[in-house]
Each structure stands twice: as C-alpha cells, then as structure tokens.
C-alpha cells in the first residue's frame, strides 16, 4: 500500500499507467467486455465497478487536452432499448477530475472494440450496467 493512491489500483494497473506515454489509449470494461481476447495489456479489477475504477485511475491519470474528445464510450446499437445513466457518472468523474468539461465521444460498437485492440491496456471490471465502456485517451502531466 501507499499513501494517496487508492487500494483499487493493483500494482500491476500502477506499473501500466506509469508506462503509458502522451496519446496511449486505456480501456476501462465492463463485466461483459470482451477484454482477454482483445487485450495487449490485460488488468483485471472483478468486483469493483467501472465508476470506481475510472475515479482512482483519474486521480494519477491526465486526460489528453489536445485532442477534441479525450474520452471515448461505446455507442448503443440501434434498436437497443438500453438506458445509460453511468455515462452521467463518467462526465462527473471526468470534468472534476480535469476542472473543465471534458468532451467525450461515441464510438460504433465493432469501432470500439478495433480500437480496444490498439490501446496500451484493458482494465476488466465487474460493472453489471450495459454499454458502460470507456476510453480514456492520455495527456501529459504539467506539474
């Protein structure tokens, strides 16, 4: 254990978000996120949820601000009759996290997942809520 960084955060996500350089993407899963099968970098988080996980990351992790949209979620398939509220909890997290509005983007479902396969590592969750993935593009710390 260490002062100031939450106990969610394993040594090995630690190790991974310390590698990560400016414009390396992180994946945040959901329970039904195909991770292990897309993943270069795998961590998994079970029992703890993606709202979670994404405020103890954010808390070590700067979003990129010299992109237009530093977050990413999965867009819903048309037809989907799926409520998203956790995507309200994600613009909180986000926008305090970085003290501005943070834009955030929406990505067609096999998109997403063609981008998962690029990004620095995947974070599996236990979060039950549908469509509730995220990306998280990193910035560069400033101070």
């Known amino acids: 254990m260490l002062k100031g960084i939450s106990p969610i955060i394993s040594p090995e996500l630690l190790k991974i978000l310390m590698e990560m ?3 390396d993407e992180l994946v945040i899963g959901d329970g039904n996120f195909p991770g292990a099968s897309l993943a270069r970098n795998l961590v998994r988080l079970d029992g703890h949820g993606v709202p ?3 405020e103890a990351i954010l808390r070590l992790y700067p979003l990129d601000p010299y992109v237009e949209a530093p977050v990413a979620l999965m867009q819903v398939v048309p037809g989907d009759k799926v409520e998203t509220p956790i995507w309200d909890v994600y613009h ?3 926008d305090k996290s970085e003290g501005r509005p943070v834009p955030f983007e929406h990505v067609e479902r096999f998109a997403f997942y ?3 396969k690029k990004a620095y590592c995947v974070v599996m969750t236990g979060e039950t809520a549908l469509y509730a993935n995220i990306i998280l593009k990193k910035g560069v ?3």
């Open 114 to 116: 063609e981008r998962a």
């Open 92 to 94: 909180t997290l986000c």
């Open 52 to 54: 979670e996980a994404l």
């Open 141 to 143: 710390v400033t101070e």
């Open 21 to 23: 350089g400016h414009g």
